[in-house]
């Protein structure tokens, strides 16, 4: 059974196996959670030492805020000494919390904490492993395997050779190193800085290194506008409640 919705509150609601009844009609429930939680309820903390293990970091947030729903390393940023880290959690409270913070420690090592912000995803085409499109329009006469390239109903493509058919190189065609792709991303993330006036105004995108302008300025994407007159509608609440107080 798949239940779909809309609602973030009840999203997180389902994502705690307390939540569920052990069985139905006899029937014992095993859920599926998802590994993350959406973006709005993660953290971010960067130049994690790698002496410390990821089991260490899970035991410390857990002894300072319940609700940690997980703790894993951000794959791509792992160094020879160094790595980032992202922690999710189910509460609003904690979250907030360890923002306002804006310190965790580990080991008596002190990191710096700071919002999770999701960078653009590319549609991708699950037939032909290309951007811009999903299955329904795809145009491809054939299923292609993202390692080979080839028909995946011809032969085995569970140990084919990895040839990425966009560019040739040694990487699946699905990979963001693939040329091809990073050319997509970046067009894609200038479309949206160019009309940022239409993201809704709890909507924030990273824009990844790459993607940047050359002063390295701004690394988010934000709707601005609306952001300016939700602030300004709240500050002139505020005040007049003050006012006529």
Do not use: W
Not at 170 to 181: R, V
Not at 222 to 230: I, S
Not at 231 to 236: D, E, I
């Amino acid at each position: 059974m798949m239940v779909l919705t809309k609602c973030m509150e009840i999203f997180i609601h389902l994502c705690i196996l307390l939540n569920y009844a052990q069985e139905i009609n006899n029937i014992t429930i095993e859920s599926q959670l998802p590994k993350c939680l959406p973006p709005p309820f993660s953290v971010l903390i960067k130049f994690v030492h790698n002496h410390i293990s990821i089991d260490e970091i899970r035991q410390e947030v857990k002894g300072k805020y319940f609700s940690q729903y997980s703790c894993n390393e951000l794959i791509g940023t792992k160094t020879h000494r160094t790595r980032h880290v992202r922690i999710d959690f189910t509460e609003r409270n904690d979250y907030n919390t360890i923002l306002k913070n804006g310190q965790i420690s580990f080991c008596s090592q002190l990191y710096t904490v700071s919002e999770f912000l999701e960078a653009p995803k590319l549609l991708v085409c699950s037939k032909c492993n290309s951007p811009g499109h999903m299955k329904k329009q795809c145009r491809s006469k054939y299923d292609r395997c993202r390692r080979c390239g080839d028909d995946r109903i011809i032969g085995d493509h569970v140990e084919c050779s990895i040839k990425c058919h966009h560019c040739s190189g040694e990487h699946l065609s699905t990979d963001y190193k693939c040329p091809i792709l990073a050319d997509y991303r970046f067009q894609l993330v200038k479309e949206l800085k160019r009309h940022h006036k239409r993201l809704p105004e709890d909507v924030q995108l990273f824009i990844p290194a790459q993607c940047r302008d050359r002063n390295g300025r701004p690394h988010v994407i934000t709707n601005y506008q609306k952001n300016e007159q939700k602030s300004r509608a709240t500050y002139n609440s505020t005040f007049n409640m003050n006012t006529h107080s």
